[in-house]
């Protein structure tokens, strides 16, 4: 029987990312282009339009993990080629979106600055 590869702790950000520069390493993304930042943000969207037809066309939770995983890989991997802490930024951010007020935008919460916004009446 095929054993599963050692993914390490894989709860913790560090082995997500170490998986993510094999891939790159693996494929020698760097040399080959795989590392453009155009190029990532055209796989990007792609990968967004993936989920978006899983959610518009009623595709499994299955289904959506995955695209969203793909999504995720390319992130992780774009913080790589961009030589920048997604770590580091996604808890600034998660500190800074805990801080702002939500506000009902047309029936949905909606949590930003809303600067220039004027407070519904
Ligand atoms: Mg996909």
């Known amino acids: 029987m095929p ?14 990312l170490a ?9 020698n993304f760097k ?5 453009d930042l155009v190029y990532r943000v055209a796989l990007m969207a792609e990968e967004l339009g ?7 066309k009623g595709k499994p939770p299955e289904q959506l993990a995955e695209e969203c995983a793909d999504l995720l890989i390319l992130l992780l991997g774009t913080g790589i080629s961009a030589n920048v802490d997604l770590n580091a930024a996604f808890w600034r ?8 007020p939500a506000r009902e935008v047309n029936g949905r919460v909606r949590v930003s600055r809303f600067d220039g916004v004027k407070e519904p009446t």
Not at 19 to 27: C, E, G, I, L
Not at 31 to 35: K, L, N, Q, S, V
């Open 31 to 35: 040399a080959r282009g795989g590392e």
């Open 50 to 56: 993936e989920i978006g037809a899983c959610v518009t």
């Open 93 to 100: 951010k998660m500190d800074e979106l805990m801080a702002r």
């Open 3 to 16: 054993s599963s590869p050692d993914h390490g702790d894989s709860d913790s950000y560090a082995a997500m």
């Open 19 to 27: 998986a993510v520069q094999s891939f790159h390493d693996k494929h």
